[in-house]
């Protein structure tokens, strides 16, 4: 377990405001851009139509169910609340369930206390319980399915603030997370300044060229936007920035 305060804090007022503008498809092409394939947190559905986060990554493993460790793991103070007990204003706590579908890995009430700490959002790659009570809480949630068991029908909570595996993405402690309808994606912290501020510029140049083909201009030259078109592009931006 990662001390919660050796986890990077990287979200300025600036660059949390400049995330949340982008669509996670953005941020997921800047991150393919550098490389990065696997960073967009798939097969996972938002719970509430229009929701949308920005936050910094906390973590919670849960693993296969075995007998003779549940006394062990499921102590008074395991992973599963510790986690929601230490969650920090802005942290959104990210769980690696292994994509079991039919076991409940957060319910209402651990939500509740994530969130009333401060906590931005939840997002596991397995299953809710109490979804119409977790959704009626107004918070950005993102999951594979609900399910009325509780975690002990498949898992037991192993750690949290460590690096996870979560919906095939690789997420630690630190790391930023963005969600938007489409779903979650996740930003290495030591990148998130720069994406923030590449995906902002993509989004710029894009809106020009939805702008010109809606105007009958062909896709030739305005997207991807070319030498030849960059001065009407500076151009529009310009007046753009006039108001």
Known sequence: MTDVADIPQVLTDEIREMLAGVS???ITHQLQMRGMRTTFLAGLKPLLPGQSMVGRCRTLRYVPHRADMMDVLSTPMNSQRMAAETAEPGDVLVIEAREVPDAGTVGDIYASRGFQRGAVGIITDGALRDTPAIAALG???YHQSSHGSTWARHHMPFSHDEPITC???FVVPGDIVVG????????PAKLAEEVARDAVAQELREEFAIERVAAGDSVHGVFPLTDER?????AWLAAKEQG
Not at 230 to 234: L, N
């Open 167 to 169: 919906a095939g993405v």
């Open 230 to 234: 960059r001065g009407d592009f500076e």
């Open 139 to 141: 918070f950005p949630v």
């Open 180 to 187: 938007d309808e489409e779903g979650a994606v996740i930003i």
């Open 24 to 26: 996670t498809a953005t």
